[in-house]
Each structure stands twice: as C-alpha cells, then as structure tokens.
C-alpha cells in the first residue's frame, strides 16, 4: 500500500504533494516519509538495540518525490536483508526500548516536555 502511495505522489503535480493539508505531518510527502523512516528506525535501528543513535533527515531535505522514492528503495531493501538473515530465535527475541514521547498538550510556554515511557516489544513473523 506505501508502494502504491508513493507511486501516486509521482503522478501528481509538486504543488499538491507538498500543500500543507493540516494533516498529522501536514504533507502527503512528509507522511509518506514518515511512514519510511519509521520502518528504517524500527527494523534498522531499534531491533539491533541502536534506536538512540538513529538521526532523520528533514522532511524539507528530500528537494522532490524521486529523492523521497530513492530513501523508500534503500529503506526496503534494509528491511528484506534483514529478513532473509534472520532466523526463528531471531523473531521471537524480546526487543526493549526506552523512549522519549513529546506531547503538546503538556508544553508549558511552547517547551516539549520529554515523557520517559519504555516499551517491551516481541517480534513475531510467521
């Protein structure tokens, strides 16, 4: 369904990909990478216990869909190297994280205030 998306967002004018629609990440663009980068954090990142040192690039960094479409091409192949490595013990092993969530409603004078929250997660295929 992603790869369907991103498909669309090719077919369309520039203007309407990156029209602020008041969505979550205002942009059908900014969605769709944020869509990627959080199957690159999960997979790539969390899994092999490096989440904190992950670092995204800016939404505002992909110049057009091309780049954004290149960045979903590596992502994915990341993700099928991961999978055709690994094995049962693998996707049964317990991940844990710890987590720093940001919510608005809790920013005093405009500041994110961090909420600290560890989540516990088992990876589970098949």
């Known amino acids: 369904m992603r790869r369907n998306f991103a498909k669309k967002l090719t077919e369309l004018p520039d203007d309407v990909v990156v029209k602020n629609r008041e969505a979550s990440f205002y942009t059908m663009k900014n969605i769709l990478v944020h ?9 790539n ?6 989440s904190q040192e992950y ?3 800016k939404s505002e960094e992909y110049t057009d ?3 954004v479409l290149h960045h979903l091409d590596e992502v994915e192949d ?3 190297a991961f999978l055709n490595t690994s094995n049962e013990n693998e996707f049964h092993r317990q991940v844990d994280r710890l ?9 005093p004078l405009g500041r994110r205030v961090p ?6 997660a088992t ?3 098949g």
């Open 115 to 120: 909420l600290p929250v560890v989540y516990g």
């Open 78 to 80: 990341e993700t099928r």
């Open 55 to 57: 670092v995204r690039k």
């Open 65 to 67: 869909i091309t780049q």
């Open 45 to 50: 990142w969390v899994i092999h216990g490096e």
């Open 99 to 107: 987590c720093t969530i940001f919510r608005k409603d809790l920013q």
């Open 35 to 43: 869509m990627i980068d959080n199957e690159d954090w999960i997979v």
């Open 123 to 125: 990876l589970r295929f």
